[in-house]
């Protein structure tokens, strides 16, 4: 891999982490290094989303084994 083709991937990663960031949270990466609170929201919001999505795997593996 070139330097220019590892650095249009890195461009295009970061791109991806922002737009992932703003669309999920509403804050764009730079608001979330910056501000403790926006950390702290954001965080409370993955997990939140984690234990929802546990909860839903362990539902599913449940019906899995009947």
Do not use: P
Not at 12 to 34: D, F
Not at 58 to 65: I, L, P, R, Y
């Amino acid at each position: 891999m070139t330097d220019e083709t590892k650095s249009n991937k890195e461009q295009e990663t970061t791109e991806n982490l922002e737009k992932s960031m703003h669309k999920a949270h509403g804050v764009t990466q730079e608001e979330y290094k910056r501000s403790l609170d926006k950390k702290i929201e954001v965080e409370k919001e993955r997990e939140k989303d984690y234990k929802k999505n546990k909860e839903i795997q362990t539902e599913v593996d449940n019906h899995m084994k009947k």
